[in-house]
């Protein structure tokens, strides 16, 4: 069975800091990684999905992730945060093969001042 | 296009008392699942339907928890009778058919606390 690992549980920037989470998942296989925000009184939401060929992946609002095969890695960075980026983030993969369900991190929670 | 929906937002219960939970997938979608978090944990799987039938439901915890989609429309999640350990959101997701590289959309959730 598969299982994701995000290296920080709450994260504290301030305005125009960089960013940057973890996110390890380990399955031998072929998966498809992805990232979800769930705004505070949101619905979780797709920030950017990476299922096949450039390892770099553009999401919503400035968000970008990068998928490093050899180690296991699917990181999501933005260069400047906002306020308004204050939220849990969670990173989720599934096994590329047929149906296949979400297993999630225990989320970062990421709050941003101004 | 409406999203999925969830009811109730909000449900306080106490322990032995029965309570069910809806969602509303997105209109076309055969694909719908249910998620749990509870509190401090990651978010897990509990089961898929496609359309009316249960295609896993190995993540649910025990037979305290059933699940039903009728006529492969709208599901409901029934706890009975409920313990301290189902307080949690429960999410419910929908995608729209068979791509192992569909995206989920999730509902708001429903925040179940068991007394």
């Known amino acids: 069975a598969q299982s994701v690992s995000q290296h920080n549980h709450h994260v504290i920037l301030s305005e125009a800091a960089s960013l940057e989470l973890g996110c390890n998942y380990s399955?031998?296989?072929?998966?498809?990684l992805f990232w979800y925000v769930q705004y505070p009184g949101q619905h979780l939401q797709l920030l950017l999905k990476?299922?096949?060929?450039?390892?770099l992946v553009k999401g919503i609002k400035g968000f970008e992730a990068e998928f490093i095969k050899s180690k296991f890695s699917f990181n999501l960075r933005k260069p400047s945060v906002q306020w308004s980026d204050t939220a849990e983030y969670f990173c989720?993969?599934?096994?590329?093969?047929?149906?296949?369900?979400?297993?999630f991190g225990k989320g970062t929670m990421l709050l941003v001042s101004p | 296009e409406a999203g999925v929906t969830q009811f109730p937002s909000h449900s306080v219960i106490e322990k032995g008392q029965t309570v069910t939970l809806r969602c509303d997938p997105i209109?076309?979608?055969?694909?719908l699942y249910w998620y749990r978090r509870v509190m401090g944990k990651e978010i897990k799987f509990l089961l898929h339907?496609?359309?009316?039938?249960?295609?896993?439901e190995s993540g649910m915890p025990n037979n305290r928890f059933l699940a039903e989609r009728t006529g492969g429309t709208y599901s409901t999640l029934k706890v009975q009778p409920a313990e301290l350990e189902d307080s949690g959101v429960y999410f419910c997701?929908?995608?729209?058919?068979?791509?192992?590289?569909?995206?989920?959309?999730f509902g708001p959730g429903t925040r179940l606390l068991v007394l």
């Open positions: 997701a929908s995608s729209p058919g068979f791509l192992d590289q569909e995206t989920q959309y």
């Open positions: 399955y031998g296989g072929t998966v498809n």
């Open positions: 990476y299922f096949s060929g450039d390892p």
């Open positions: 989720a993969v599934n096994v590329n093969s047929g149906y296949s369900t979400l297993t």
């Open positions: 209109s076309g979608h055969d694909n």
């Open positions: 339907f496609v359309k009316e039938s249960k295609q896993d």
